[in-house]
């Protein structure tokens, strides 16, 4: 038997500031009409898909941080992209800052939601890994503010039957930690879908910059390899208000193979055909969780959260 699947990885340009919302709905509205024509079925969209990535900046004004944040999905200004999704039959997930008011304190959190051939909303992950500092780091061109401005994940890491398949989804720095792809793995995913705003320079490794695009393919080839699943991972890229970000998005496959990687800095559609059943080559045999693991010594990764060194041997 085989389970294939056409899917679309939808790789945007940048998002500058004064960009609309109309305007980016228009660019996503236009991948998914290349996708229809295509034939995908599932598309997957980058991580804060509607605006341009905000945490660079040092924001006071509590106003001006909430208009980067969608108190409702779809909304007026995104509901053509649901129409448009659901009128071609293609499902899709998209990344977005998310605005929860639902609860006694407002909740802010960096979304991403899956969206099924209808045009509803069938899942939603709020990021777990929230990288960089937690204020102002004065002489820095660029900040890194999302664990100023994003809440914790109170979702975890959820997977869903749909597509034929077992999927679950991760955001950006989540693909560089294993455990992401673990915790999805232990539930027996087979398409990780996952969204990225990487800018190239990291001000506290500067050595690192040219490593980027390296450390993007190795992380999520080592995660779809090692719990065999094909991984997704869609780049939003290019100059964005100054800052570079990386593109090189890419289809991988459960072996780890790349199966198909954009070679633009902009708006660019990859695609392939998979078929779900592949994963079963890497997780009933390499990976077999159940016949290989060995949880009785693994107790560290979930006691400790960060490392604990031995003592000193005395000189
Ligand atoms: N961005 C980056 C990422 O993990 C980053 C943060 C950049 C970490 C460069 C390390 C080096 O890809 C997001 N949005 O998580």
């Not at 996503?28 to 804060?48: D, N, S, T």
């Not at 802010?108 to 909303?121: K, P």
């Not at 890491?157 to 950006?172: K, T």
């Not at 800052?243 to 559609?269: N, W, Y």
Request: proline share 6%; with cysteine; hydrophobic share 35%.
């Amino acid at each position: 038997m085989t389970r294939t699947l056409d899917v679309g990885c939808a790789q945007l340009g940048p998002i500058q500031r004064s960009d609309t919302r109309e305007a980016v709905v228009d660019r996503l509205v236009a991948l998914l009409q290349q996708a229809k024509h295509r034939g995908c079925e599932l598309v997957v969209f980058p991580e804060m898909a509607f605006t341009t990535f905000f945490p660079r900046w040092w924001i006071e004004d509590q106003d001006e941080i909430d208009g980067f944040f969608e108190r409702e999905m779809p909304s007026d200004e995104t509901r053509a992209l649901f129409d448009t999704a659901r009128e071609l039959g293609i499902g899709f997930s998209i990344g977005y800052a998310e605005l929860d008011t639902s609860g006694p304190e407002p909740r802010h959190y960096n979304t991403s939601i899956l969206v099924d051939q209808q045009g509803e909303i069938v899942g939603k992950y709020r990021k777990v890994h929230l990288p960089g500092h937690f204020d102002h780091v004065e002489d820095w061109t660029f900040q890194h503010l999302e664990k100023h401005y994003f809440d914790p994940s109170d979702t975890g890491f959820p997977v869903w039957r749909a597509f034929g398949g077992i999927v679950g989804m991760a955001i950006c720095n989540d693909r560089r930690w294993p455990e992401t792809y673990r915790v999805l793995g232990l539930q027996g995913v087979e398409l990780v879908m996952l969204g990225y705003n990487t800018p190239i320079a990291d001000p506290e490794v500067p050595h690192h910059d040219h490593l980027q695009g390296f450390h993007n393919h190795l992380v999520m080839q080592a995660g779809a390899y090692q719990n065999g699943t094909f991984v997704i991972g869609a780049a939003k890229c290019g100059n964005e208000e100054g800052s570079t970000m990386l593109g090189q998005s890419v289809i991988i496959a459960p072996t780890g193979e790349i199966i198909a990687q954009a070679t633009s800095m902009g708006d660019e559609l990859i695609t392939a055909r998979i078929d779900l059943d592949h994963c079963a080559d890497i997780k009933d045999r390499i990976f077999d969780f159940e016949l290989h693991r060995q949880p009785q010594h693994y107790g560290l990764i979930t006691e400790r959260k960060g490392a604990v060194l031995p003592p000193e041997v005395p000189a």
